[in-house]
């Protein structure tokens, strides 16, 4: 079944609508002033969507086409990441299983389609490694030319990981993206792939390829009581709550989860703007190695989230998320430090209020670190009387 | 439904057969030599396998627990990888989707179960990365202790990896890993979940996490005509074709896909072992950078595989993984140079003798590669004339 996509439709005022393509870019024209831009949404033709979409075992994100933007550029089969189970009540969505291991596929497939669509000469992303990274493989699978906008100090690893898939990686200062980004889409006509606004609206399609999380999760397990996720400008924080709000008007249930965000508490400007009651902020981020989700403006999405869900924004410091990573790599899953915040909110809040199981988003892998590689493995002396030594020292007899 | 495993058998002589446990880690007692040693593999009761199992959409290990060893350890959601077309009738099967982001969780599954099963205080494993870190997860997901003898050319990304579960971790050289291994077993305790003889048993129960990619693949597209696999010691190569053998024995299908063995021509100690009609031969390998293939001698499961499927083995030079990764890469799919070697065989091989669809298993992602995070990014001049230059150079406009 194709896509029930009906147009787009402003986040500040739903009565406001626009057709479905061109996707809107810069946000609502309508609604937005020059402090604040506010971001728009796709709307589908709700009536019309088969109920038996949500009784299938999970696959790719072609089994959710008619809930989605059309999907004109071929997958990579991203999505469908399993639930993995931490202890009772307690489930790890691991999006690290997605085709360039982050959640970010979900969204590039949206949007690399929504350039294919337009016939756009190619596509142009500001970002930091993992979003630049899935942009590259998802245009290198559509056959459209991909520039990366980098800063200067990514990681090498990452490094290596974004110039894999042949895109243009061009590394600049943090705050030279924003300006060539929207050159490159006014003079060369690239479609743009990540935000280009003052405060955040990010692609108006971006966010539907996160909300098939919310169907994977209901699946699975039903509505859980809460979702705690890993937020730098809140693309996924929304995302999965459109899904659990869409899930609720299809009349497949009643309930809807809070939703937790989780920034570092070095930056955090979402949970300064719910504080103050705000639409969007602006503040100057300190040092934090969650560089994924290091962020000094956020956007209306998540205002919006927290409030209507009934959830909280958080704010966690660095040595509260190396304790959730090393929790979940003590059980076998290593996650980039930014990925551990949603673990790192859980513990923070506690069994507060929980009715029901709750659901932490891993957004992708420990290889995304700062710190990889940067420490060779100490050597050691091979004879059997070291050796012993050296695991009785490290506790293990 | 539990485990149908009913025992052992070697695999030089399916007459001659052991109990179960405990897994046979040295291979057949009974049909190994000075020379060379024979393997054991796991028998079922197969008449009692429900085929039903086939008929459902390929989830995680724990679907196939019947025609499994007894999966003691908990899992990760392993398995369960999608199968992306990489152009007409040609797929790739991706194990970079598992919970340590390679085909060694499959194993891992199983040989870590085995450790639990009879009670083993801790398990140690000899790896130079992907095995060696999912020994590690899937060890703390258990609660066992987990010792890696790594060598001393880790690279360091793989290195932090390795460390990150917090397993025992000690590099040493080479040739000193087998000694010090056997010492940790017969002094420890420890279970072996990698190789101890001089040639290639590894442990009984591992090919029979592999062979799920078969049913999985059986479950999507049928039986292909040709499957090529990167081949090491052949574990993973006689797995998949263990797993389409039962799939005839079971009388699903009638037909079986010819094995191709992958190997970095710089070894090929199966290739040489095919040719010459040994069941194992030692050699010195040469450089080469897909490191993760890359082994002195071979096993016997590699010889009847290529022997029993008709197939072939296969030498590929680094130049050919090379343009085989790139072809990958510029479609979306960036794996390490070792699992480009499958590509790289269907591309020597060509169409000739093609009768169906043919499957390339790629292992493991780009990040495990040695030149990973080797060269920061090139910076750039972020003034408009310069970046116009420089993706004008690039042969963008």
Redo the contacts between chains.
Sequence with gaps: MSSLANGQRSLFDASIRYPLTPPLTRGCPETSTEEIAYPVEVDYDYGRVPRELFAQ?P??LDQWAPILPPLVAPG??EG?T???QLEDGVFVK?E??????SHKDRINRCTVSAAAAIGAP?VVVASSGNHGASAA??A??AGL?C?VL?T?D????V????????A??????KE?RRP?MR??VDE?GFHPLSNLTETHTGHAYGPEGYKTIAYEIFSEIGVPSAVYVPTGYGELLFGVWKGFTELRLLGLTERAPRMFSCEPAAGAPLARAVAQGLPAVHLKAGPTDAYAIDCDFNGYRGVITVRDSGGAALSLTDDEMRAAQREL??????YELSSASSLAGLRQVGERDRTGPVVCIATS???K?T??????????D?T?DS?LR??KA?G??
Tied chains: 1, 2.
Excluded: C, K, M
Aim: no cysteine.
């Design positions: 075992q696959g790719d990579l089969g469908g399993p639930l993995i691991d690290s299983r997605n085709p360039t291991w190619g493989a998802f290198a699978r030319p520039i980098a200067a990514t990681p090498p690893a490094g290596s990981f974004v110039s894999a898939y042949g243009h990686v061009l590394p600049v200062a030279e060539l050159r490159i060369l790599s003590r059980t076998g899953l290593w892998s420990g290889f670190d710190g990889v590689g940067a420490r060779p493995l100490d050597p050691v091979p059997w050796v050296r695991l490290a293990l007899r």
